[in-house]
DNA sequence: AAGGGACGGGCATACGTATTCACTGTTTCA
DNA sequence: TGAAACAGTGAATACGTATGCCCGTCCCTT
């Protein structure tokens, strides 16, 4: 065994010319069906696969999709979001099935990226993976688009060129996770995270909390919003806030886990209990959710069905299809943190 | 502005030959240094960048390495080991300083992902990440290397071929884990983890068990070693295992904070204590570690370094540099678990 | 003064595939 | 029965880069 073969090695074995293996093995309907399966038979038995690059070079499309997931540039134990990490089965899943290899990369937020796998063919479509500050990419995003590059993110259905975020029913599940809480008997919500258009998604969740509020007739107050991105500490320092305002409560609704938990061991921290003092809910389900004490009630997010509808997304952009978008469902899972 | 640019618009604009222009880029030193700044600016003007498979086509390198995960095909949701996922960012970040892409792929351990990635030229190595039972893929392992194929994995050091597998001290990291429960006054430790030779890593971290307990001057009783593979499930049944065969213990190693947290809630329900009755020490150091009651004592391996060691060790391979591979350290992390 | 490097760069070509065009023999349709 | 459609295939070529080989120029050595 010498070098790897060719399509003029199994060209010749199989007694035709070199298009033909071409044609036959992509399935060009063009072909004897006798000659491919003799070109197949052939190539088998020689091990033969496509050889990426020259098809690539050839075909101008790399088959290839890039996954980027964003870091602050702060941070430093890279610390992922892990529900974006449970994507990743799901996602590596879906490109296989549609025949697409898989390029991943963590960029910070500061980088070139935007050229990179636009000027260098190395994909055919990007997705990204990444809370974080939508208006420091922002600009970045429209000027890929311009470019043509196909793109699909994470985020807030809706916001931005259509079609270019899948996401899930933030709103819904805000909704949800506050009208369990009313439900429960609790009237005075606190709500933690971000209320203001940097963090669409987060923002989507308290339109939900408000959404609900207003159903049941109680009225918003503005004191029970706290401001906290989507960390443990944010979440700690969210309820320290509450106290030192002196503001009364008898429930959270954290929009993100993390900051859930941050929330719970500022409440143990004082001496409050959950969910005796305060019934608290979250937003994620990340593993972590069902190890905390009590274990966290919260809203689970498909990350199968995310991944699946991202990778689909952007083949239909790739493809040039037309692409629908609707908000991935969510869905309650109530735990102890909530009120037994 | 029409199609993207090439290295023969390049050469025209700055006057030179192709063949200049692609020395120019790559940093060969036979390009006059005034020439070379001439083409790079005007490469820069262009936004252009070398197209890869056009490169990789030509030179015969991909330029590019492949990570594999490797699931169990039973299990269903997905759920890599976390402490995988925490190598991906360093693994990431290593690639990209070498100047290499990463692809990835989740595969099940019985498919025919050895030929794919060979033969298409999609990569130039690879590197395998799973735990698992060892013999299955070993025979396919030894068919990669046999070829020729560039590969690193994750394991036990010392087990196949010199320089394939890059891990952790297990051995160490288990001895300093049952020194500390030595220390702690325990006498009775009980080993949770396989310890024969289909899964390496939990057969080494046994070994250190025993180098502890002898340096003790303790004997090692055959009782208390359990089975238990890396889960929640497999460490609570191990708990219920000792029970049903009346073994008295005051202390428990386990080979992964899976098996620890699984052996928590089993002591939980059988109504022990931790670290009352029982200290309980475990291994990776997981996220979850943290969150658990008492917090978890455990043996942390260093993702960063592991993720670059492999990354280090697959490159040296794959330019046919020599390799030379010694175990990481492993440190311990002290908390509530193993006793105030 | 002649020989020999070193330097800088051009010419030609190869990497392996996919696609356009042209061509032949066969079938179909008016 | 002639023309037109069609199936099946080969010849030629392009995709964009990297590299082996060569040649001219300049400077240094003896």
Redesign the pocket.
Known sequence: MG?????????QLA????????????G?????????QRIEAIARSLH????K?????????ANTLALLFFEEPAEDDSTINPFFLSMLGSITHACARAGYDLLISFQQLSGDWHVDYQDS?KADGIILLGYGDYEAYRARLDHLTEQGTKVVRWGAVGTGPAGITVGSDNRGGGEAATAHLIARGRRRIAFLGAADGRYPELEDRYRGYRDALEAAGLTVDDALQVDAITTEDAGQDAVADLARRGVEYDAIFAASDSIAIGAMRGLAAAGRSVPGDVAIVGFDDIASAQLTNPPLTTVTQDARRAGEALVRTLLARVRDEAVESAPLPTRLVIRASSGA
């Open positions: 070098r790897r073969p060719t399509s003029f090695d199994i060209a007694g035709v010319s070199q298009p033909t293996v071409s044609r036959a093995l992509r060009s309907k063009s072909v004897n069906p006798q000659t491919r033969y696969a496509v050889d690059h020259a098809s690539s070079l050839r075909s101008q499309s063919r």
